[in-house]
C-alpha cells in the first residue's frame, strides 16, 4: 500500500494540503500582526494567564516558561500550563491570545468539560493507533492479510476521532479565552479584534490536521477494498 507514488493517495491528500498550507500562511499572518501590537492593560502572557485562570475560580495551577516557539501547552495530567519563553514574557496581543487560549484549557479541566474528559481518555489509545497502524497495514499488504490491513485502519481510525473530538475543545478554550478576557478588562473591543483572528487561524490549523487524517483514512478504506477484491480474484 505505497503511499508515495500512489496517484490515488496525492489526489486525496491535495485538499487536506492545500488548507494546511492556507491555515500555516493565516497563523503566520496572523501571530505577526499580533505581535506587532503591544495590550492596552500591560499584561504579559504569564499575567494574562494567571488572572483569567483566577477569575474563574481555577487555582493552584502553575505557570511555567517552556523552550521553544508556540510550544504552549496545558498538562492535564500534571495541572501545569507552560508557555513558550516568548509568550510567556511578552505583552503582545498575539502572546496574550494563546496563553489565555492555553488558561481556556485550565478553565475547561477545571469545569470537567465533557469533551476534554472525552478528549484526555482517547489520547493514549490514539498515540498507540498512530504508532502502530502503518506497521500493522505495511504487515496485512506484505503477508496478504485482510485482517491485519483491518487492524491497521482500526488503529487509524482512533487518530481521526481524537481530531473530531479535539476540534470543538479548540473551539470552546479560544471562546473562553476571548470571553474572559472581556470580563477582566485585559483587552479593549478593538483588540479583542486582533485576538480573535489569531486563536481563529491557530483553530484552523487543527481543522486541517482533521481533514488530513479523514482523507488518509478514506484512502486506506478504499485501498483495502481494492485488495480484498484482488484477493477474491485470485481465488475463483
Do not use: C
Request: proline content about 4%; charged content about 15%; overall charge positive.
Amino acid at each position: 500500500m505505497p503511499l508515495a507514488f500512489d496517484p490515488l493517495y496525492l489526489l486525496l491528500m491535495l485538499p487536506g494540503m492545500a488548507v494546511a498550507g492556507w491555515a500555516q500562511t493565516r497563523i503566520a499572518s496572523a501571530y505577526r500582526e499580533g505581535s506587532r501590537y503591544r495590550v492596552s492593560s500591560g499584561v504579559t502572557g504569564a499575567k494574562a494567564a494567571a488572572t483569567i485562570m483566577r477569575a474563574a475560580g481555577v487555582g493552584n495551577v502553575p505557570i511555567e516558561p517552556v523552550a521553544g516557539q508556540l510550544t504552549d501547552h496545558y498538562d492535564p495530567s500534571k495541572k501545569i500550563l507552560r508557555l513558550s519563553a516568548d509568550n510567556y514574557q511578552d505583552s503582545s496581543l498575539a502572546a496574550v491570545g494563546v496563553a489565555a487560549h492555553e488558561a481556556g484549557h485550565a478553565i475547561q479541566d477545571a469545569s470537567h468539560y465533557p469533551l476534554l474528559v472525552v478528549r484526555n481518555l482517547i489520547v493514549p489509545l490514539a498515540g498507540f493507533g498512530s504508532n502502530i497502524a502503518f506497521t500493522a497495514l505495511l504487515a496485512g499488504v506484505i503477508f496478504q492479510s485482510m485482517t491485519l490491513v483491518w487492524v491497521g485502519i482500526l488503529l487509524f481510525s482512533t487518530v481521526v476521532v481524537f481530531q473530531l473530538v479535539n476540534l470543538p475543545v479548540e473551539f470552546d478554550a479560544s471562546r473562553r479565552a476571548r470571553e474572559q478576557l472581556k470580563l477582566t478588562g485585559l483587552i479593549t473591543p478593538a483588540e479583542d479584534q486582533v485576538v480573535g483572528r489569531v486563536l481563529g487561524a491557530a483553530a484552523m490549523t487543527y481543522v486541517a490536521a482533521t481533514l488530513t487524517s479523514i482523507l488518509q483514512l478514506l484512502f486506506f478504506v478504499i485501498r483495502a477494498r481494492g485488495f480484498r477484491r484482488r484477493q477474491d480474484d485470485t481465488y475463483v
